[in-house]
């Protein structure tokens, strides 16, 4: 999709197809990339962990979920870490409160989202580029090698290229692109540390992240990118209709005995002997057992619009969404995701506003 | 005093200087010049020369450190120097006995080459982070990238930082029979791989320095599990128990410093040797693009009796001009080893 966009004689767009195709064949790093420094020839082997198999009587406990069904974890967002791009944010969502055994173990059992996100731009084509009357927005993801409990390759793969996709229809609803014909703007974005697909105490040897039907923990990454991308396209001041913001919530089972009075607006009804189905916001997908479907929203709350929508999954006991009461689900879900980017917004603003009051404080002091 | 005044924007005259930025994008060169040059005709009450960002000419950033913040990294450092901002992850992952092709063979005390040989050590820069406008991805790494991440390399394998039996996984066969006798031997049966990862978080000049403190501090941040090799598994299998896990015992700390020399005479011109040249310590992005020539020095120091240090020229690199004769150098060097001092101090402070 960014072939068309680009000069087809670059080296860019060279670079763009060799990385197109290495994601897909899974050629060998060492093989390819003569430009980084690579590991030993034979391969080196993920480190596994003699309790992760069941060997040695320690057995680990997956955390559980102590926050209520509709509280997010705490974000901390902060404009202008990047001083030379035009806006810059970074976002940390702190991980959810330790079962307590976790601090004696190298093998963590929740991780925090750490995302950085820069904005180039806007800044005129160059002579050679077809007229465009809108702004170009392109929009790149890229998992640090150290983002996931699985080492990531160099080259962006499938799910990034996938979630970066995502990230482009979420903004381009919101940037006012006609103010700026003839001009570019790159967004990129970093991912320090990935939220997990699931409980790596679920991973029988060697799991992998994204791609795979379960990748529940993308999706609380693209919700995390819509947000910081919208903090960073604020700081650089470009126009937009309003903040979009990320949310994410799904339909989790939840062990009967801790789920304590059943509100009516977040229970399902009952599945299987011994728990139940409930809408969460935010989940944390390692303190689940499992995750039926999740959706996320781009959203504008002031404007009541939704620029991105992705939901997936399947409720237990469909195949299809097709007849009214499973639209209601549907339904549900949606709507406890836009209630989670609603509560996002809130901070969104926050942080934005602090940093325009910042900036207005230093412009004055300019001036004098 | 200016809010005293009151504002009249419409009534003075249009001005015929430009604002600093403006002066410093249209003529760089002479901007910079101008701050540096001494006040004429010298006096005994007006300050030092300040380079544009208000610095003296040999005063360092101060660095700010954070480590340990990543959760799926076995070390992890976060460096700041200014506006230039560096995450290092270290994931450790393990190489069997069995992948390295042609059969190694251990000479025990032989540490310099067997990590070099085997390749333990993969230090890689990302550059296309977004931290800079000209580092953009899409691309291939860049110039610099590589040529960073080749430096990092040679100067970590030359500084001989960490012991190869740091890295060794031993097995130790148990005895043959049951009286304990036989068995016994040591045999290397896999090693510790480190994959360094540096990420620019933001770029304003002077990548190297800070490229090297966020490794050096993400080492010592490392954490390698306890492993052993499972006979009836055939593999390497690791306690993840923090209290058995053990740190990487670093066995020195040299610090990296780079300097800039600038000097009067215009890029491109010919002639005039006379004219007057500046050394900037820890140069920023927009002092690196109007000098050509750059000094790194690599030291390492050892605290000797009475308080001073005995300094050790680990490595010096320096690139593109010769200007900077031997006096200058041994300036550097001094410089060098007061911002070893400021290191020692600030790794006290933070350990």
């Known amino acids: ?368 | 005093m200016a809010a005293s005044k009151p504002p009249s924007p419409a009534i003075s005259p249009p001005s015929l200087s430009f604002p600093r930025a403006t002066f410093a994008k249209l003529s760089p060169h002479p901007f910079l010049l101008a701050h540096l040059q001494p006040p004429t005709p010298p006096s005994a009450n007006t300050t030092p020369p300040h380079r544009p960002n208000g610095r003296l000419p040999t005063q360092f950033r101060p660095p700010n450190l954070h480590t340990g913040s990543l959760t799926h990294a076995s070390g992890s450092s976060v460096v700041r120097l200014g506006d230039t901002a560096v995450v290092c992850g270290i994931r450790a992952e393990i190489l069997p006995a069995s992948n390295v092709g042609c059969a190694y063979t251990c000479g025990g005390s032989d540490d310099d080459t067997e990590i070099q040989a085997l390749g333990l050590l993969v230090p890689n820069v990302e550059l296309s982070t977004g931290c800079s406008p000209a580092h953009l991805p899409g691309q291939p790494p860049s110039p610099l990238a590589q040529t960073l991440a080749a430096r990092l390399q040679s100067l970590l394998y030359a500084t001989n930082l960490i012991g190869a039996d740091e890295l060794r996984i031993m097995y130790v066969s148990p005895p043959a029979d049951d009286a304990g006798e036989g068995g016994g031997a040591e045999e290397v049966k896999a090693w510790w791989t480190l994959y360094i990862d540096i990420l620019f978080i933001s770029l304003d000049g002077n990548p190297f320095d800070a490229a090297w403190a966020s490794l050096l501090l993400a080492l010592k941040d490392t954490r390698l599990p306890l492993a052993y090799w499972d006979p009836d598994l055939a593999c390497v299998l690791c306690d993840d128990l923090v209290a058995n896990a053990k740190r990487l015992r670093m066995r020195r700390w040299p610090v990296a410093s780079t300097f800039a020399v600038y000097s009067a005479q215009e890029r491109g011109s010919v002639g005039g040797d006379g004219a007057g040249k500046w050394i900037l310590a820890d140069p920023d992005a927009f002092e690196e693009g109007l000098c050509r020539e750059s000094v790194t020095v690599v030291v390492d120091c050892e605290e000797a009796e009475g308080g001073g240090v005995k300094t050790r020229i680990v490595r010096l690199e320096k690139r593109g001009g010769g200007s900077a004769g031997k006096a200058e150098i041994k300036e550097v060097v001094e410089m060098a080893t007061e911002r070893w001092r400021v290191w020692r101090d600030v790794l006290k402070g933070n350990a």
Not at chain 1, 14 to 43: C, H
Not at chain 1, 208 to 230: D, E, H, P, R
Request: aromatic share 6%.
């Open chain 1, 1 to 368: 999709m960014s072939m068309n966009r680009k000069n087809l004689d670059s080296e860019d767009t060279k670079w763009e197809l060799q990385e197109f195709v290495s994601g897909w064949y899974e050629i060998p790093a060492a093989m390819t990339d003569r430009r980084r420094i690579n590991g030993p020839p034979g391969g080196s082997s993920p480190v596994i962990f003699a309790s992760s198999l069941g060997i040695g009587g320690r057995s680990v406990k997956r955390p559980s979920r102590i926050r209520p069904p509709d509280e997010l974890r705490k974000i901390f967002l902060k404009t202008g870490l990047t001083p030379l791009a035009s806006g810059s944010a970074y976002l940390e969502l702190s991980p959810s409160a330790n079962t307590g055994e976790t601090c004696d173990s190298l093998a963590p059992s929740s991780s925090a989202l750490k995302l950085t996100c820069a904005v180039h731009g806007p800044r005129p084509l160059p002579r050679s580029a077809p007229f465009t009357p809108q702004i170009q927005l392109s929009t790149h993801i890229k998992f640090a090698s150290f983002a996931a409990r699985q080492r990531r390759g160099y080259i962006r793969d499938a799910s990034e290229r996938d979630l970066a996709v995502h990230l482009e229809t979420a903004l381009r609803g919101v940037i006012i692109g006609n103010r700026w014909p003839k001009s570019s703007v790159e967004v990129v974005i970093t991912v320090l540390e990935g939220e997990e697909d699931r409980w790596w105490g679920d991973e029988t040897g060697g799991g992998t992240t994204g791609g795979s039907a379960g990748g529940w923990g993308m999706m609380n990454v693209l919700a995390g990118c819509i947000t910081v991308a919208s903090a960073a396209i604020a700081d650089a001041g470009i126009d937009c209709l309003d903040l979009v913001s990320g949310g994410v919530a799904a339909i989790v089972k939840t062990p009967q005995s801790q789920h304590e009075a059943p509100d009516r607006d977040t229970d399902m009804g009952e599945i299987g002997k011994n728990g139940r189905l409930q809408l969460v916001i935010d989940p944390a997908p390692s303190e689940h057992q499992e995750i039926y479907a999740a959706c996320v929203v781009g959203y504008l709350s002031t404007r009541d619009e939704i620029t991105e929508l992705w939901l997936k999954g399947n409720i237990p006991g469909t195949t299809s969404f097709s007849t009214p009461m499973q639209m209601a689900e549907v339904g549900g879900l949606l709507d406890k995701a836009v209630e989670a980017a609603v509560a996002v917004r809130l901070v969104l603003g926050e942080a934005v506003r602090e940093a325009a009051e910042l900036k207005a404080g230093q412009n004055r002091n300019n001036k004098e």
